[in-house]
């Protein structure tokens, strides 16, 4: 008879480049994300346009080699999971950069995406696909219910 675990799935989100910039920072009120994807408490999927994007923007606020830690970092955490959206779904009409969370999202059956960014409102009036954003205080309380923090 197979041993059940008792661990508790980890649940999986897609997070805007801007939740990771200002968690990155020891003295930023939002770094309990970075320390909670390093201890491995969550789940996170990652294309390679979202990569694109953090090294674009990590690179512009923090230099180059900071960038390439946090990107190495991805590539070696075993909660990190690259994923490749095979279809373009166009929901956000409003900022089409958007939707490659949100085709990570779609494609990877995430139980969220983590932005601040209010072009993702739009995924409410959604029907189908069900795309879930939350806030990053949302997240942390997320955190904060699972005791990860």
């Known amino acids: 008879m197979a041993k059940k675990s008792s661990k508790k799935k980890n649940l999986t989100f897609v997070i805007d480049t801007n939740v990771f910039v200002i968690s990155l920072t020891s003295r930023s009120p939002y ?13 996170l999927l990652v294309s390679n346009d979202i990569s694109l994007e953090y090294e674009e923007v990590i690179t512009q606020k923090y230099g180059r080699k900071t960038a390439d830690i946090f990107l190495g970092l991805l590539h070696e955490l075993p909660n990190v999971t690259f994923i490749v959206p095979y279809f373009k779904w166009g929901l956000i009409e409003a900022d089409h950069d958007d939707d ?30 069900i795309v879930n954003v939350i806030k990053i205080d949302e997240f942390i309380e997320l955190l904060q219910q699972n005791h990860l923090q």
């Open 100 to 129: 490659k969370y949100v085709d990570c999202a779609i494609a990877g059956l995430v139980d969220y995406i983590i932005s601040e960014d209010n072009h993702f409102n739009i995924l409410k009036s959604i029907p189908f696909p």
């Open 31 to 43: 770094h309990v994300i970075y320390k909670n994807l390093i201890a491995g408490n969550f789940d």
